[in-house]
């Protein structure tokens, strides 16, 4: 199983830069990472997807090693409206008759601060 | 124009009784999911299912039970619900399976569920 690791909890001010990582040290060959974000009483949302190095999308970046062991997920100069939980997942590629693989874990609760 | 939506979103029944939580999409997805978010915030994939094939978490009760009347539907029936059973259910689509790249999933507003 792609076990992944994050911190339990982050704070940050207004106009940082935040970084939060998550570890996989047992992360596929096949395996994506994906990261979610959730606020209270809505559904995760989708923010970011990556296999190796770097992608950047409008929202956030995702680093990516090459070892693929961990990944890093940057959100440029927060704002108190990204306050939420933040999800990695590793694991996407299910397998074939069972979806055990695909949990979520309990995420990264971060708190921008004005 | 809500992407995908649940119904009810508050659930309160007792003990042995059988529901059902309905779920559609309106994105044109081929691949629908349900999740489980208990009181810690944990994730959990319960099934993962397309016009093609059914993934269950074998770890789910055979009590819940998913029904897709059509592609943009996928309904959730539990039976026998127990007091376990409360948390927080959310359906998702995505465009792709699982198990393909851009497989980004689209969450519903979730179902609480609270059995007494």
């Known amino acids: 199983l792609a076990k992944t690791t994050q911190p339990i909890s982050m704070d940050s001010y207004e106009g940082q830069e935040v970084n939060i990582t998550c570890s996989h040290n047992?992360?596929?060959?096949?395996?994506?990472i994906t990261w979610y974000q959730q606020f209270p009483s809505q559904g995760p949302r989708f923010i970011i997807q990556?296999?190796?190095t770097k992608v950047t999308n409008e929202v956030a970046s995702l680093f990516i090693p090459a070892d693929r062991k961990s990944s890093t997920l940057s959100l440029p100069r927060v704002s108190l409206s990204d306050t939420a939980v933040y999800y990695c997942?590793?694991?996407?590629?299910?397998?074939?008759?069972?979806?055990?693989?695909?949990?979520f874990g309990s995420g990264t609760q971060l708190t921008v601060l004005p | 124009d809500t992407a995908v939506s649940q119904t009810p979103k508050y659930l309160v029944t007792q003990m042995g009784n059988d529901k059902s939580i309905k779920c559609e999409q309106n994105?044109?997805?081929?691949?629908m999911y349900w999740y489980k978010q208990d009181s810690k915030k944990f994730l959990k994939i319960m099934f993962s299912?397309?016009?093609?094939?059914?993934?269950i978490n074998e770890t789910v009760p055979n009590r819940f039970s998913p029904k897709s009347p059509d592609k943009a539907h996928l309904n959730l029936h539990i039976n026998s619900l127990e007091l376990g059973d409360s948390a927080v259910y959310f359906c998702?689509?995505?465009?792709?399976?699982?198990?393909?790249?851009?497989?980004?999933?689209?969450f519903g507003p979730g179902t609480r569920l609270t059995v007494l």
């Open positions: 998702a689509s995505s465009q792709r399976t699982a198990r393909e790249r851009g497989n980004e999933q689209f």
């Open positions: 047992n992360i596929a060959t096949n395996d994506y």
């Open positions: 990556g296999y190796k």
């Open positions: 997942l590793v694991g996407a590629a299910i397998s074939s008759g069972s979806a055990r693989q695909l949990t």
């Open positions: 994105l044109g997805h081929d691949t």
């Open positions: 299912y397309n016009n093609k094939e059914l993934i």
